[in-house]
């Protein structure tokens, strides 16, 4: 379910619609954007039982958070490597949605039009408690995930 469209993107939609055109999509890849940080401690997507590997590539660089200058020559490379037509719908995930939303706005001005955010992105937004993954986001939509 695409829960709304974005000027320059395809839209945003939820963790369990993107895991599912995952799943049912053959040429379907989800990109995690987050910094090799968070995905060492906090984890990533498990694509295993679906047959595929997210591809990981950082949008911004810790500690500056700079917009890495080889995002998309990383992202062509990847997906060239993955034989991905340029119509296959890629799915953008970070911790929360905005980074990813940025790279899929960036992914669709480079002509990969169904370029999705996923909403919530791995962890969601903070709790009363101040503890993301457990009100929105993939880890909050039960979807399968490691530690790596």
């Known amino acids: 379910m695409t829960l709304q469209s974005q000027a320059g993107y395809a839209g945003d939609v939820d963790?369990?619609?993107?895991?599912?055109?995952?799943?049912?999509?053959?040429?379907?890849?989800?990109?995690?954007?987050?910094t090799r940080a968070e995905w060492s401690f906090v984890g990533v997507p498990d694509l295993g039982a679906i047959g595929k590997e997210p591809i990981l590539i950082e949008w911004q660089s810790w500690p500056h958070m700079q917009v890495a200058g080889d995002f998309l020559d990383r992202l062509k490379a990847e997906l060239a490597a993955r034989n991905v037509p340029q119509d296959a719908p890629l799915y953008f995930l970070c911790r929360s949605g905005v980074r990813s939303a940025a790279?899929?706005?960036?992914?669709?001005?480079?002509?990969?039009?169904?370029?999705?955010?996923?909403?919530?992105?791995?962890?969601?937004?903070?709790?009363?408690?101040?503890?993301?993954?457990?009100?929105?986001?993939?880890?909050?939509?039960?979807?399968?995930?490691?530690?790596?």
């Open 15 to 34: 963790p369990l619609t993107a895991y599912n055109d995952l799943a049912s999509t053959s040429s379907a890849q989800l990109i995690d954007v987050r």
């Open 103 to 148: 790279a899929a706005t960036c992914a669709s001005a480079e002509g990969f039009g169904k370029s999705f955010n996923v909403a919530g992105g791995f962890e969601g937004p903070p709790d009363a408690g101040r503890h993301r993954g457990r009100t929105a986001g993939w880890k909050a939509s039960d979807l399968p995930w490691i530690q790596t």
